[in-house]
Structures are given as C-alpha cells and as structure tokens.
C-alpha cells in the first residue's frame, strides 16, 4: 500500500514549526539609568533599527519593563545581545515561543 504523504500545507506548517524552533528573541529589560535617547542610539546601532523603531521599543521597554528588540538565530543574536550588554543595557536572548 502506497504511503499517504502530507498535503503541502501540512508540510508548510511543520517546516514554520521547525524554522521557528531555531528562532530567538533579544529582550530588551528596563532600567533607572540609561535615557530614551541612549537606548534609542544603541538600538539603531546593535540591532539595526530605524530611529521609529528603536523609539517604539523604548517606549515599549520603559511602559511595559521589557521588549523583544530583535529575533533571529542563536547565532547571530549573541554578539548582539553582548554588545546591548557592554553598552549598559539589560538583555538577554530567549527562544521564540
């Protein structure tokens, strides 16, 4: 008996599911310290942002304690995540749910 093979969509969803499970967020935490314009400035520059969303993900952090600021793989987000550290800020990579 021939075997049954998923439907195209099945196999794109499971290969979402796949490709996500390698995906992980940078969270951006709040602080006392740093000011919007800083933090603005270092996400513009570690994490590639446009000035509106670095200003967006500030807000975000400063209003609700914490912001993912960028997603990607593991891989690439460390020297990242260590780069927002060095700076002064709060973060710490966490995988994508």
């Given at each position: 008996?021939?075997?049954t093979?998923?439907?195209?969509?099945?196999?794109?969803?499971n290969?979402?599911?796949?490709?996500?499970?390698?995906?992980?967020?940078?969270?951006?935490?709040?602080?006392?310290?740093?000011?919007?314009?800083?933090?603005?400035?270092?996400?513009i520059?570690?994490?590639?942002?446009?000035?509106?969303?670095?200003?967006?993900?500030?807000?975000?952090?400063?209003?609700?304690?914490k912001?993912?600021?960028?997603?990607?793989?593991?891989?690439?987000?460390?020297?990242?995540?260590?780069?927002?550290?060095?700076?002064?800020?709060?973060?710490?990579?966490?995988p994508?749910?």
């Amino acid at each position: 008996m021939p075997e049954t093979q998923s439907t195209p969509t099945e196999q794109q969803e499971n290969e979402l599911l796949v490709e996500k499970s390698h995906l992980f967020n940078i969270i951006l935490y709040n602080d006392d310290f740093n000011t919007f314009d800083y933090v603005i400035k270092i996400l513009i520059e570690v994490c590639e942002h446009t000035p509106e969303q670095a200003e967006q993900c500030a807000f975000i952090v400063h209003y609700s304690g914490k912001c993912p600021v960028k997603t990607g793989s593991y891989e690439d987000l460390l020297p990242r995540c260590a780069k927002l550290k060095n700076s002064g800020l709060t973060a710490e990579i966490h995988p994508c749910e």
